[in-house]
């Protein structure tokens, strides 16, 4: 049975401290900076971390989504960004902006929580860019092959790329749900249909994360449509989301309230 949901929070005051841990917090999504939002939680409060940040893509030396001259992206949804975010920020500082949010997310884990972090390999100039800039130093259990559908790749320089990646970063005495390993480490899963945000994270991704631990709460940082929470729900967990976009926490909401209602996807 759905939760009863209450509408997204735009006021942290009632979040703050410690002392009524995790009540006020539950089965919402937040909205506003995730850096400050996360800042406001108590330590050690969530058992798992299931998010895909955005991935700075018009930051690029191609000329696809940098300025939708064409390319491999003419039709691509994130040629004018994400709502509140244009996604286009100097590398250096997506990277700081990155790392400090995964410190956050390491502090908001339990001693047995871990992370699935989802993003996505690029070329740059001429150079593969893995992202391990900004997961060095976290401890990095093992990486997670999303295998999804390509489209048409008119680079002459590189292959077509089938694949996004999920880092697994998990605190020492984290530990899969019993058989869950079982599964594999690539992931064949089709992207979302008919999601009106740009770059949508797939239910089944988010349910196979989920569903791979035993945490009673999970927290998605960059909640987007909502899918996280959606997928927490279907698996009966409390979930945590957290949004910057008033536009994409309202989606999220009816999307969350929607969930049990047929197909999630």
């Known amino acids: 049975m759905l939760k009863e949901q209450t509408a997204f929070n735009t006021n942290n005051e009632s979040d703050n401290g410690e002392t009524n841990a995790l009540r006020n917090w539950l089965n919402r999504v937040h909205q506003g900076d995730t850096l400050e939002i996360m800042g406001n939680m108590p330590g050690k409060s969530v058992g798992v971390v299931v998010t895909s940040p955005p991935y700075n893509l018009k930051n690029s030396t191609g000329n ?4 939708g001259r064409g390319g491999k992206w003419p039709n691509a ?25 995964l410190s956050e997310m390491m502090r908001l884990l339990e001693d ?17 860019q893995d992202r391990s800039d900004i997961v060095d130093g976290f401890p990095v259990r093992q990486i997670i092959i999303w295998q999804r559908p390509g489209g048409f790749n008119h680079n002459p320089g590189y292959f077509l ?17 019993p058989r869950a390993g079982g599964i594999g480490d690539v992931w064949s899963i089709p992207p979302a249909r008919g999601n009106p945000h740009p770059a949508p994270f797939p239910f089944e991704l988010a349910r196979r994360c989920i569903q791979a631990t035993t945490a009673d709460i999970v927290l998605d940082p960059f909640l987007g449509s909502g899918t996280t929470a959606v997928a927490a ?18 989606v999220a909401q009816s999307r969350i309230q929607d969930g049990w209602r047929g197909d999630p996807t």
């Open 77 to 101: 949804g994130l040629i004018k960004g994400y709502a509140d975010h244009n996604d286009s920020m100097p590398h250096d500082a997506y990277v700081q902006w990155q790392r400090d949010c």
């Open 64 to 67: 696809g989504l940098k300025d």
């Open 112 to 128: 047995d929580g871990a992370i699935f972090y989802n993003h996505k390999w690029r070329v740059q100039n001429g150079v593969l």
């Open 233 to 250: 729900e279907y698996c009966g967990r409390d979930w945590i989301g957290i949004e910057l976009s008033e536009d994409y926490c309202e």
């Open 161 to 177: 790329p089938t694949y996004e990646v999920i880092y697994l970063i998990a605190k020492p005495k984290f530990v899969l749900a």
